[in-house]
C-alpha cells in the first residue's frame, strides 16, 4: 500500500515527465527547486549545478525538439522526512531521419518537499543499452 506522501511525490515525478515528453519549460519550471544546490546530469553529460544552468539546459533540448513519446517503467519511490527519490528506467522515443529510435536510461530523480510542495532538487539520468528483444520489437 502506498502512502499519501509517496503518491504526492510520484505525481510530482509524473509532471516532469509531462513537461520533457511536451517540451513544455513552464511545466518543467514548476516542478525544480529554484537554488543553487539543484543538480541535473543528462545521459553523458557533465553534471549541471543550480537552477539556472539546468534551466537553460532544458530550454536547450526543448528548442532542439523533443521526443515523440516518454514513458517510464520499475518505477519506485522512498520517503524520509523532507527528501524522497524515486528510481526509473526511462523509455524516450524520437524521429531521426523518418525512423524511429529508443533511448533507455536509468534515472534516479530526488524531491524535496518545501512547504506542502514536493520539488526536484537533483535528477541523474544514465544511458542503458537497448536489449536487442526491445530492438527487434520495435522494427
Known sequence: MIDEQSEEVLR???????????????????????????????????MLWGWEAIRQSWKNIFESGVPIKVQISNVTVEVSGDLAWVTCIEHISYVIKDQVQINLAQATNIFERQGSSWLMVHHHASPMPVPKKVDEKLQ
Not at 511536451?22 to 546530469?41: I, Q, S, T, Y
Open 12 to 46: 510530482v515525478n509524473e509532471k516532469f515527465y509531462r513537461a520533457l515528453e511536451n517540451g513544455k519549460l513552464d511545466l518543467m519550471e514548476e516542478v525544480w527547486l529554484k537554488d543553487p544546490r539543484a543538480k541535473c546530469v543528462h545521459p553523458g553529460w557533465p
